[in-house]
């Protein structure tokens, strides 16, 4: 591990990032380059006196997780997370694992949907970064422990933390439509160890999930309509289309409404009223 090499791409990473691409309100007063410390490790799920110890030459070795976390918050490309991986002492991300990387283009482009909740996710679910609109639809879903942001753990392990979708008729069809795209990344990434506990962790601990992952299912996720119970605007029926973003295999799921309608309406609210609650958390 190069702890001194390692804090200078980590500051210079740092710096490089104005707040506003992360979501973030610029005051008056702000005196530093880029982002801060305290940003960084809140993007992360890290503590503070963590990342100040690594700028500083002084951390121990991060594991894996601290990694792929830390470098996603700072929008590296891959080569650039491939370099904080070595100089950490740890080998990058094989080929043939799923890529938890976003490129920057990617995050740039969720951030122009201001007007429209979107998230993106890994090719097995994770919610990789998610802008303030859809925080304020679904809840803050990366602000859960790293481990428990999956949409599929969420869907069959439920969190308290999470707005729930209601049952439907469309129900069967998402939970299909789940197992099915578990299945057809275990197909591509035999490999990939994270991917196998997920599937093992889902089926000891839901029955639902057990039976349809038995069954054989391997029905491919398609456009569908989904309904939010939201506390401050109440029931809403989505249109919810996924983006498909083939050379890093991840998803964009954007949530929309025909204009003139109620749920148009509510997400205009939300676009106010809930960024702006998000802001000042």
């Given at each position: 591990m190069d702890r001194a090499e390692l804090a200078t791409v980590l500051r210079a990473a740092r710096a490089r990032i104005a707040p506003e691409e992360v979501g973030l309100t610029v005051g008056q007063?702000?005196?530093?380059?880029?982002?801060?410390?305290?940003?960084?490790?809140?993007?992360?799920?890290?503590?503070?006196?963590?990342?100040?110890?690594?700028?500083?030459?002084?951390?121990?070795?991060p594991s894996v997780q601290v990694l792929t976390a830390l470098t996603r918050a700072l929008r590296l490309d891959r080569d650039g997370r491939d370099l904080v991986f070595r100089l950490a002492g740890s080998a990058p991300p094989l080929p043939g694992l799923i890529e938890m990387t976003i490129r920057p283009s990617v995050l740039r482009l969720l951030q122009r949907f201001a007007d429209l909740p979107a998230l993106i996710l890994s090719a097995k679910g994770d919610v990789l970064a998610q802008n303030e609109l859809a925080a304020a639809l679904l809840g803050d879903l990366t602000a859960l422990p790293e481990r428990q942001r999956n949409i599929i753990r969420l869907q069959f392990l439920g969190s308290d933390a999470v707005r729930p979708v209601l049952s439907s008729d469309d129900l069967v069809v998402a939970e299909e439509q789940a197992v099915g795209s578990l299945r057809a990344a275990l197909s591509r990434y035999p490999d990939d160890a994270e991917l196998r506990a997920l599937v093992d962790e889902v089926i000891a601990g839901s029955?639902?999930?057990?039976?349809?992952?038995?069954?054989?299912?391997?029905?491919?996720?398609?456009?569908?309509?989904?309904?939010?119970?939201?506390?401050?605007?109440?029931?809403?029926?989505?249109?919810?289309?996924?983006?498909?973003?083939?050379?890093?295999?991840?998803?964009?799921?954007?949530?929309?409404?025909?204009?003139?309608?109620?749920?148009?309406?509510?997400?205009?609210?939300?676009?106010?009223?809930?960024?702006?609650?998000?802001?000042?958390?």
């Amino acid at each position: 591990m190069d702890r001194a090499e390692l804090a200078t791409v980590l500051r210079a990473a740092r710096a490089r990032i104005a707040p506003e691409e992360v979501g973030l309100t610029v005051g008056q007063h702000r005196r530093v380059a880029g982002l801060r410390r305290e940003e960084v490790a809140q993007l992360a799920g890290l503590s503070v006196d963590y990342v100040v110890r690594l700028e500083q030459g002084r951390a121990p070795q991060p594991s894996v997780q601290v990694l792929t976390a830390l470098t996603r918050a700072l929008r590296l490309d891959r080569d650039g997370r491939d370099l904080v991986f070595r100089l950490a002492g740890s080998a990058p991300p094989l080929p043939g694992l799923i890529e938890m990387t976003i490129r920057p283009s990617v995050l740039r482009l969720l951030q122009r949907f201001a007007d429209l909740p979107a998230l993106i996710l890994s090719a097995k679910g994770d919610v990789l970064a998610q802008n303030e609109l859809a925080a304020a639809l679904l809840g803050d879903l990366t602000a859960l422990p790293e481990r428990q942001r999956n949409i599929i753990r969420l869907q069959f392990l439920g969190s308290d933390a999470v707005r729930p979708v209601l049952s439907s008729d469309d129900l069967v069809v998402a939970e299909e439509q789940a197992v099915g795209s578990l299945r057809a990344a275990l197909s591509r990434y035999p490999d990939d160890a994270e991917l196998r506990a997920l599937v093992d962790e889902v089926i000891a601990g839901s029955e639902r999930f057990r039976q349809l992952w038995q069954s054989g299912t391997s029905t491919v996720a398609r456009t569908m309509t989904k309904t939010v119970e939201h506390p401050d605007v109440g029931r809403l029926t989505l249109d919810c289309d996924t983006l498909l973003l083939p050379d890093t295999d991840q998803m964009m799921v954007v949530y929309s409404a025909a204009a003139g309608t109620r749920e148009a309406s509510a997400l205009e609210v939300l676009r106010v009223t809930g960024t702006e609650r998000m802001t000042a958390h």
